[in-house]
C-alpha cells in the first residue's frame, strides 16, 4: 500500500491534486506533505485531534496564522477543502521567497525565518527528516 491509499487518502488527495495544478505547485507534492501532517488520519482531518503546538487539520494548521481552522470542529469537507487552498497558497510563498521546493518544504515545517536563519535547511532533526521523507516520495523539479 501506497501512502496515497492509505486512511482517507482515496478521498483526499485528487482534491489535493486539484490544488496543486491550480496553484503550480509539483504533482504530489502538497498530497505528500498532507500525508506527513495527517497520514489522512479522520481524526487528525476533522481537527478532533489537536497536535502539542495546536495545529490544527490535514495541514496542521495553527489557527494564529490561519484562518481555515478557526471554524468549528469537527471540520467539514468544505473546510478541509479551504484549510487545502490556505495551504497551498503558503506553500507557494513559501516557493516564491527561497525559489527552491525543498526550502519551502522546510519553511512549511520550521518556518521561513528558520530557513533564512540558517540560509538552508534548519538542523531540527524534525525538519531534516520531514523533508527527507516528503522528498523521497516526490520527485522535485531542480531550484530556480
Known amino acids: 500500500m501506497s501512502w496515497e491509499d492509505e486512511g482517507q487518502g482515496p478521498i483526499w488527495v485528487p482534491v489535493l491534486h486539484t490544488a496543486e495544478n491550480l496553484w503550480g505547485i509539483p504533482p504530489d507534492l502538497l498530497a505528500r506533505i ?5 497520514h489522512f488520519r479522520e481524526d487528525i482531518i476533522r481537527g478532533t485531534y489537536v497536535s502539542p503546538i495546536g495545529a490544527l ?19 467539514t469537507d468544505e473546510d478541509v477543502g479551504d484549510q487545502i487552498e490556505e495551504a497551498a497558497q503558503f ?5 516564491t521567497d527561497t525559489k527552491d521546493w525543498r526550502l519551502a518544504i ?3 515545517n520550521a518556518g521561513l525565518g528558520n530557513v533564512r536563519r540558517y540560509k538552508g535547511i534548519p538542523p531540527f532533526k524534525e525538519t531534516q527528516t520531514y523533508v527527507a521523507q516528503v522528498t523521497a516520495d516526490v520527485p522535485l523539479p531542480e531550484s530556480a
Open 57 to 75: 487539520g490535514m495541514m496542521q494548521l495553527r489557527s494564529p496564522f490561519f484562518t481555515s481552522v478557526r471554524r468549528p470542529i469537527p471540520f
Open 91 to 95: 506553500l507557494v510563498n513559501m516557493h
Open 34 to 38: 498532507a500525508y506527513q501532517e495527517s
Open 106 to 108: 522546510a519553511a512549511y
